[in-house]
């Protein structure tokens, strides 16, 4: 809204108008504006002269503009009436085209209305030109200080450069940020050395740009975990290098599981469903909750359906792919390959839960009675 009193002449009063927008003071400069000239025979002039972009600028000056225009012309129309008269005729035509062509060219000149973006931008100043120059748009620029807003620009800076050099594009970029704020109170040296250490973990470019897209805590995460993990996964589960790049970039969740379920995970694929490491890989197990995995494997074995292979690899039935029985829906599963009803493995499910919570007690009775035993033949020994 336009505060300013606009005066307006009518015969030979004066009266203020209310507040008009922007939109509001066009219309009226259009109309204003062809009724001078279309009175005067100036049109065809008006149309090469008059600038669109002072009209965007200020419509009100643009309106006042128009206003003097037709006092000064109404002055001066009365000396050269004659010589008008003689040429209304023949300028008729030309002054109705051009007038017409005067109002679609302003009519279709719209007011565009300032971005919020561009606004934010402004208000950063000259801390925004490092961004737009490492091709960050205005609105990119606005999102990514709205992120951690304490954070200082050049530190900003520094880590947003350092994920462009990992090859992310800027959209990529401001996700990560998003994703994992917290980045922005990091320092390029620690994002540079995760990305080190996840290359020498065998990670390519593209895995690293994938890993840092779907998982950017892996750039938060303890150094310390991610080494424990790796040590996990080759001494004791026998994983290759470039198997355990794959299970990290497949399966980043393993780096928040405990390690010691991570390691019976491992047991319950590789001695009780005699999966070797390759198909453990490709088939994503580590994506699956191990409980829905044993429920359905020992499900398959209650039916006569999977079979743990003996020492040479063989089984008396085919059992299905480790990557079918964990990726295939719930439905699928019971009905195509279990061949079986959801009440049947609902109930079965609980009693397998029971059955489990019993031998767990008895293991844990089993432990107490040898603790009892050890601490019973102590004394034994020490009172001889």
Not at 53 to 72: D, N, T
Not at 125 to 133: E, R, T, W
Request: proline residues 5%.
């Amino acid at each position: 809204m336009i505060g300013i009193v606009v005066q307006q002449r009518l015969g030979e009063q004066w009266f203020p108008t209310p507040e008009v927008n922007n939109s509001t003071l066009i219309t009226e400069s259009l109309q204003q504006g062809c009724i001078v000239l279309q009175k005067h025979k100036f049109v065809p002039f008006a149309c090469r002269c008059i600038q669109l972009s002072y009209l965007k600028a200020s419509p009100l000056a643009f309106l006042c503009s128009l206003q003097h225009l037709g006092y000064r012309l109404t002055g001066t129309s009365s000396s050269g009436k004659s010589e008008a008269n003689v040429s209304h005729g023949s300028c008729k035509t030309d002054t109705n085209e051009a007038s017409q062509k005067l109002i679609e060219t302003l009519a279709a000149s719209q007011v565009e209305p300032e971005r919020p973006a561009d606004s934010d931008l402004l208000k950063l100043g000259k801390v925004a030109d490092p961004f737009l120059n490492m091709g960050l748009s205005p609105a990119q620029i606005t999102h990514l200080f709205s992120l951690q807003p304490y954070a200082p620009p050049q530190l900003r800076l520094a880590v947003v450069s350092e994920l462009l050099l990992l090859g992310l594009s800027t959209d990529a970029t401001l996700n990560v940020l998003q994703k994992s704020p917290e980045l922005l109170g990091m320092s390029s040296k620690h994002i540079k050395d995760r990305a080190d250490l996840l290359r020498r973990l065998a990670f390519k470019e593209v895995g690293l740009n994938h890993m840092a897209v779907h998982f950017p805590r892996i750039f938060t995460l303890p150094q310390k975990r991610i080494e424990v993990l790796e040590k996990l996964l080759k001494e004791k589960c026998l994983f290759s290098v470039q198997q355990i790049a794959k299970i990290l970039q497949t399966c980043p969740n393993v780096l928040l599981e405990e390690l010691g379920d991570l390691e019976y995970k491992f047991q319950f694929a590789y001695f009780r469903m005699g999966i070797k490491h390759r198909e453990i890989v490709n088939s994503g197990f580590f994506q699956a909750p191990l409980a829905e995995i044993k429920n359905r494997v020992i499900f398959l074995e209650r039916l006569g359906l999977y079979q743990t292979p003996d020492k040479k690899g063989q089984t008396q039935v085919v059992n299905p792919k480790l990557k079918s029985i964990i990726r295939t829906s719930e439905s699928d599963f019971i009905e195509k390959m279990a061949c079986s009803s959801l009440e049947e493995y609902n109930i079965f499910k609980k009693l397998l839960a029971r059955e489990e919570e019993r031998m767990q007690k008895e293991e844990e009775a089993a432990e107490k009675n040898n603790l009892s035993d050890s601490e019973s033949d102590g004394e034994g020994s020490d009172s001889d």
